[in-house]
């Protein structure tokens, strides 16, 4: 199933998978949620914070 997917990723990519990881490392993604309202946001950061 992994192998398969991979494949489907690299088609649609036009890149490695290898690539395509070593892309997706760098993109973090936080939940904030107010837990009065149950209101989330979800901030998606494009780069690696240091």
């Avoid at 199933?1 to 649609?12: N, P, T």
């Avoid at 990519?13 to 070593?22: A, F, G, R, T």
């Amino acid at each position: 199933m992994a192998l398969c997917l991979a494949k489907v990723i690299e088609q649609e990519k036009h890149n490695s998978i290898q690539k395509v990881v070593d892309e997706l490392k760098d993109i973090w993604t936080t939940t904030l949620k107010d837990e009065i309202s149950g209101n989330t946001m979800e901030l998606v950061i494009n780069t690696k914070p240091h």
